[in-house]
């Protein structure tokens, strides 16, 4: 049952949300649905990985929900010769002393920029394995915390392009979400020259949030209900993803657990205090896509994994109700009365 407290701290929720989403929009123009996306990945406690061409603004958008948030910000440039010492941290000998110092590394910060992530040797990114997992460092045997929240927020150019490493398999499964920025339209580009043409907006940009008042909200998304037949639905095309014939490996439980945590965000940032169905659909794609691998045969017949994604969302029922309509909410759920950012009300639906 939820409480009035929970409610209250969905009110904040919405209400939080919108200043960092009004915050980050300031400087990524015409894009509120990747903005969206990245809210809900910071709200679930995800990482953010942000794949496209050089030049849309990939960095601008990591510096700009970094910044929105009054919180210790580190910028890694990830080069062949970083070093994975340079990610964590080493430990030095202090003479005075006699003994070894730790100096802690980039990682200590609670949301992590890494700047074009693939440009490293996969040695260096295996650096952040543990770091991204288990929000923790090992270092000479000593484990050492990192900070709450914690968050990374990674960029990365197509593999196609030159001075590019694959991302290991381990390391894309970290990622909560994948999303592509792409190009704006000629209207946003337009309204981009007139506001980057002087001065980068983000030196005028003020932290709208602070760190302590994330964490209460992460503490509120966890309260989001998701009913038995919503659980199964992620389930069900998580499932789905391991025995396609377009694929040569599926998605691993650690994506069903994302999955379900983003869409409890996602019902959170509607203002709604339960999950539904349309909330799995709509996260299927950015959160399953990147861990996917297509067959030979998938990849010569131009299939991307994105398009297997939405093949299993149209072809796995959606879960309904005994009569036949849809998942109804809890009882004393909370129901916005209207959806936040201007769009549509979910409801159980195919796409």
């Known amino acids: 049952m939820t409480t009035y407290d929970d409610r209250a701290s969905l009110t904040d929720l919405t209400t939080t949300a919108e200043r960092v989403r009004r915050s980050v929009?300031?400087?990524i123009e015409g894009k509120p649905e990747v903005v969206r996306l990245s809210l809900t990945v910071l709200l679930a406690e995800g990482?953010?990985?942000i794949e496209d061409v050089p030049g849309v603004g990939k960095t601008m958008l990591a510096k700009a929900l970094a910044r929105s948030i009054d919180c210790s910000v580190r910028r890694i440039q990830f080069t062949p010769d970083l070093l994975p010492s340079d990610i964590t941290g080493v430990s030095i000998f202090d003479q005075q002393r006699r003994d070894f110092e730790f100096k802690p590394g980039a990682i200590f910060a609670q949301?992590?920029?890494?700047?074009?992530?693939?440009?490293?040797s996969p040695k260096t990114q295996s650096a952040l394995l543990e770091s991204m997992e288990e929000r923790q460092v090992t270092i000479d045997g000593k484990t050492?915390?990192?900070?709450?929240?914690?968050?990374?927020?990674a960029t990365q150019n197509p593999v196609e392009m030159e001075g590019t490493y694959p991302l290991p398999e381990a390391q894309r499964d970290r990622f909560m979400a994948r999303v592509s920025i792409g190009y704006p339209s000629p209207?946003?580009?337009?309204?981009m020259l007139d506001v980057h043409?002087?001065?980068?907006p983000l030196d005028d940009l003020q932290p709208v949030a602070h760190a302590h008042d994330i964490v209460k909200l992460i503490d509120a998304v966890r309260t989001v209900h998701v009913a038995d037949a919503v659980r199964r639905y992620?389930?069900?095309?998580v499932g789905a993803t391991r025995s396609h014939p377009d694929l040569r490996l599926g998605a691993s439980p650690r994506a069903t657990l994302h999955l379900l945590r983003a869409a409890k965000a996602s019902a959170a940032l509607s203002g709604r205090d339960y999950a539904l169905p349309d909330d799995v659909q709509a996260l299927a794609a950015p959160v399953l896509?990147?861990?996917?691998?297509?067959t030979a045969q998938a990849q010569l017949n131009r299939r991307t994994a994105e398009q297997v994604v939405l093949e299993i969302i149209q072809r796995t029922p959606v879960p309904t109700s005994a009569g036949g309509g849809p998942v109804p909410p809890p009882q004393g759920a909370h129901d916005p009365g209207r959806p936040l950012y201007g769009q549509q009300q979910p409801g159980t639906r195919r796409l």
Do not use: K, T
């Open 25 to 27: 929009e300031g400087v």
């Open 47 to 49: 990482h953010l990985l």
């Open 187 to 191: 209207e946003a580009e337009l309204q």
């Open 197 to 200: 043409g002087g001065v980068s």
């Open 234 to 237: 992620a389930v069900e095309l």
């Open 111 to 120: 949301i992590v920029i890494g700047d074009e992530i693939n440009r490293a």
């Open 144 to 153: 050492y915390e990192l900070p709450d929240p914690f968050m990374v927020v």
């Open 289 to 294: 896509a990147h861990r996917l691998l297509p």
